[in-house]
């Protein structure tokens, strides 16, 4: 008898699958054939879910019965600038009940941009018996109350990682109640919390901790108790410092110099809050190690910080404020040649004048002198046709560019013509772009060269761009891996979304607020679609108390297999088929 | 409060409020943020260069110098729902009220004839849909017949600001994009480095959370994006309107009945809303009070409350500003 694949014990299918690790080639596997879908859903441990109203709860574990990690995303990408209102959704509650009762093993659990309550953090802590990682990415809803009861019953926990989250700070006790045998943390990053935790808890955690490689500081430890920290940890690899002191102290700074010199294997640093220029020195000891170096809060000069990067020599990746200004960029490009990411954030956004001496020719000289440069944020205020199209020549392997120009429909300052070739040059040359944000006067036309040359492009965010519909739909029917759009302030309407209505099915999600899509195409789309969720916001009322033909104001699409979703505020609408049938 | 400098109100109406602090009432009350619902007392609105700040609804300063000093701080009712049909008109040149219950035959017989956009021939693909039914048809004609009634001649808040001239530069919401998280912690490092108090030119991102008694949530504002108090209220009325007129209570059925009884019945109870917030004191004022420089300054969050409970706060909110000054 012939032998196939089919007649393979299960068991080795199974130990064939657990060296697919990628969630594509993974789903590839599951639809080989049924019975592949049957051993690879059971021996599944991992799951990203990019988007919690794609999926339910119970739909998740009814197909991956024995999950031991869990990925969700919840709020659209543009909450993180305030334009989605409180209350939208994005509840972590529903999901970790239904894990608790289905999954005793569950070992990691990652949220962004999800609300978490301090009742999910106590479930969490009580109901996963082997529970190692918890990391909460932006998201807000709980208080330090919650942190306690992990803390106190997480026996195993090797990672807490809260990220940029809203935590409402009550007191720092919490940190207290790790319990003294507690020693397998790994990685804590704290660095959003407001209020001091027990710096004695704090510093006898960290010495008992032999593997505790990321420790991430918030602003209330001062400089003063780094050096016994760094002393209990000399093993870090990435550390983020607490506070600096407002003046000057020879003797702290000697003793955080020789805990830096002690420190061989960090290779990361962030925090640097309020920092004093004269204290920068410290770290130069690690300075040559360093891999990863975020100063996107050090409100230190231009001179200051160039000392610094030009000691980095192994550097990878850079977050830095405008205070580098072109000339630091300059020595950045010819000191750290193996930089693969920068990001430069703005230190005066609101500011009607340029306070500092950063122009695109920064950006131009680090994609001249940084060959591996492909992951680009930069914020300035002035931009070329031309700067661009040299950063794209230069840069050919450039895989995520986001480029914001403040002042919003900015032309060519040199030219004053619309950005449109500039930024063609970026999509035509860098045929591996993933990820695009666009700034400055542009018309259809780029949004043109982006249908064309786009074609690897995952995610594209437009703003004040664009004349009409025609724009949209180059984009919709021309980039065929898109999978996330967000789209604010830009004359895109009805037209463009309706024919590319199938279009939307192949992507993640689509964001449009402040265009021009009327209720009415958003009920034809609610209606022809049902596998979409077309959902409407608006505070200013129900929508169908207006003209069909009205704008609304926000429009959020996403592709879901569970149907139109029942936590909605009073704000959202849903124009699913039902629904529209109850509108009227 | 000695005196009440000139940039409190940015549309220019400082001129008429600030001089005579003496006439204690009367500046307090042009200062004053008032929520009103339909039901309470309606007095005659006042023009657009009135000074009132209102919230939900506008009225006449001469009323209230007729009330006693201390309801000055009460509710005044102007009728929550034509705050919000301003609103509405505002943006949509269409209007929605609740107050007008009369409806006429002919005002029905308008507004279907006004009411186009459910005819097949603006959306093509809705023919025979069942939106087209003659019960769906008279239902929205009933809701849009009271739009006829409701002339309003007084000019929403929103359009005032169109034509105002900015005092500052506006900032749009959410642009330049940068996190909420860099924000704040931009802003109170632009804070430690100037002792002084002078302001360093930077992030100055004021979000605060406001709640509203009874709301199923609490929202959250940016007070940098509002440069007066009545940007800030008519922002306000908005993002709360549809906890008021109940709309938002029965998700799914949006307008169903337009607005269906029970909310009107609430309404109409005369469930009074003050605005109020928490100072760094961790005391709770009344908005309104003072220069609004010196509000956002001190403005921790937000509530709007029920006036029954804010009548303890007139006076604390006025002897507190006098002995700050």
Redesign the interface.
């Known amino acids: 008898m012939k032998k196939t694949a089919y007649s393979f014990p299960e068991e080795v299918l199974e130990h064939v699958f657990s060296f697919i690790v990628s969630d594509k080639d993974r789903s590839s596997i599951s639809l080989v054939c049924k019975s592949w879908y049957e051993i690879e859903r059971w021996c599944r441990r991992k799951v990203f879910v990019g988007n919690c109203y794609a999926v339910s709860p119970p739909i998740l574990i009814k197909r991956f019965p024995e999950l031991r990690s869990v990925t969700l995303k919840g709020k659209p990408h ?1 909450a ?4 989605v ?3 939208w959704g994005g509840f972590a509650c529903p999901w970790i009940r239904a894990m608790a009762g289905a999954y005793p093993w569950l070992e990691e659990i990652r949220l962004k941009r999800m609300v978490v309550s301090d009742e999910s953090l106590e479930i969490i802590a009580k109901s996963f018996k082997n529970f190692k990682v918890l990391v909460l990415s ?1 998201c807000e809803g709980f208080t330090t109350e919650g942190l306690a009861a992990i803390a106190a019953n997480c026996r195993n926990l090797r990672e807490l990682d809260l990220r ?1 989250s ?1 935590v409402e700070d009550l007191s720092g006790r919490w940190l207290s109640d790790f319990p003294d045998s507690y020693t397998s943390l790994e990685s804590l990053n704290i660095s ?1 919390l407001g209020n001091e935790v027990n710096l004695l808890a704090l510093e006898r955690l960290v010495s008992r901790c032999p593997n505790l490689k990321t420790l991430r500081l918030n602003r209330a430890v001062p400089l003063d108790r780094l050096p016994n920290l760094l002393r209990g940890a000399p093993q870090l690899a990435e550390l983020g410092t607490g506070a600096y002191t407002s003046e000057m102290r020879p003797d702290v700074f000697s003793n955080l110099a020789e805990a830096f010199a002690g420190c061989k294997q960090l290779k990361a640093l962030s925090g640097f ?2 920092v004093l220029p004269s204290y920068l020195p410290a770290v130069y000891p690690v300075c040559s190690q360093l891999t990863s170096l975020n100063l ?2 050090a ?1 230190v000069q231009s001179p200051d910080l160039i000392k610094l990067v030009s000691l980095c020599e192994k550097l990878q990746k850079l977050w830095v404020l405008d205070y580098i200004e072109d000339d630091g960029l300059e020595i950045l490009a010819a000191s750290c040649k193996d930089l693969r990411e920068l990001r430069v ?8 004048e340029p ?1 500092v001496a950063l122009t695109e020719q920064g950006l131009v000289s680090v994609s001249e002198g940084c060959p591996k440069l492909q992951s680009v944020l930069y ?1 300035c205020r002035q931009m070329s046709n031309a700067a661009l199209n040299t950063i794209a020549r230069n840069r050919p392997n450039m895989t995520r560019f986001r480029l ?1 120009i ?1 002042e ?1 429909r900015s032309p060519d300052y040199l030219t004053l013509q619309p950005l449109d070739d500039g930024f063609g040059a970026i999509v035509e040359h860098c045929k591996d772009l993933r990820r695009l ?1 666009l700034s400055g006067l542009l018309t259809d036309r780029v949004f043109e060269y982006i249908g064309t040359y786009g074609k690897k492009l995952e995610m594209l ?1 437009v ?1 004040f761009a664009g004349d009409s519909d025609l724009g949209l739909h180059h984009v919709l029917s021309g980039c065929d891996n898109l999978r996330k759009l967000e789209i ?1 302030d830009c004359p895109f309407g009805d037209k463009a979304l309706l024919a590319n209505a199938a279009k939307l099915e192949t992507m993640r999600s689509l964001w449009m607020s402040s265009c021009s899509v009327s209720f ?2 958003c ?2 789309l609610g ?2 679609m049902p596998r979409l969720n077309v959902e409407v916001m608006d ?12 704008p609304v104001e926000k429009l959020y699409v996403y592709r879901t297999v569970a149907g139109p979703r029942l936590d ?4 959202v ?2 124009m699913d088929d039902d ?6 | 409060m000695s005196t009440l400098p000139l940039e409190h109100d940015y549309i220019g109406l400082a001129e008429k409020a600030s001089p005579s602090s003496d006439e204690d009432g009367k500046t307090f009350k042009e200062t004053e943020l008032r929520l009103g619902l339909p039901g309470s007392e309606s007095p005659e609105r006042k023009p657009v260069s009135g000074v009132c700040v209102s919230l939900f609804g506008k009225h006449n300063n001469n009323n209230n110098n007729n009330n006693n000093v201390k309801s000055h701080h009460h509710v005044h009712v102007a009728g929550a729902k034509r705050g919000f049909s301003d609103a509405i008109d505002a943006k949509w040149g269409f209007s929605v009220s609740v107050t007008d219950s009369h409806v006429s035959e002919s005002d029905l017989g308008k507004a279907s004839a006004l009411f186009s956009p459910l005819e097949p021939k603006t959306i093509s693909s809705q023919q025979g849909n069942t939106i087209n039914t003659p019960a769906a048809s008279a239902s929205m004609a009933i809701k849009e017949a009271k739009p006829l009634q409701e002339k309003s001649p007084q000019v929403p808040a929103t359009n005032e600001h169109a034509t105002a001239p900015p005092a500052a530069k506006a900032q749009v919401v959410g642009w330049p994009p940068i996190r909420s998280f860099r924000k704040s912690t931009m802003a109170s490092n632009s804070t430690k480095n100037n002792d002084e108090g002078e302001r360093k030119p930077g992030f100055g991102c004021l979000y605060v959370k406001v709640s509203m008694d009874g709301a199923p949530y609490l929202r959250k504002v940016d007070l940098k994006t509002y440069s007066n108090y009545k940007e800030l209220s008519s922002a306000l009325e908005k993002m709360f309107s549809c906890f008021t007129i109940g709309q938002c209570n029965s998700p799914g059925l949006p307008g169903k009945d337009g607005l269906s009884e029970s909310s009107l019945r609430d309404l109409l109870h005369g469930s009074e809303y003050v605005l109020t917030y928490e100072d760094k004191d961790g005391d709770w004022m009344l908005v309104g009070d003072v220069p609004w420089g010196m509000f956002t300054d001190s403005c921790m969050r937000l509530r709007i409350m029920k006036g029954s409970e804010a009548i303890g706060l007139a006076p604390r909110a006025v002897e507190k500003s006098k002995s700050q000054n």
Do not use: H
């Open positions: 543009f993180d600038f305030n334009l209102p409180e209350g932006s940029e809203e959003c809050w309020d996107s809060y409100t954030f703005p230190s005066d956004p609101f500011g009607l306070n914020f914001c403040i919003p944000s965010s703003a604010r009415g195409a009920k034809v209606q022809k505070e200013s009322g129900p929508p169908d108390s207006r003209p069909e033909s009205s909605m505020p009073g704000f609408w849903t629904s529209a049938l109850r509108i009227s």
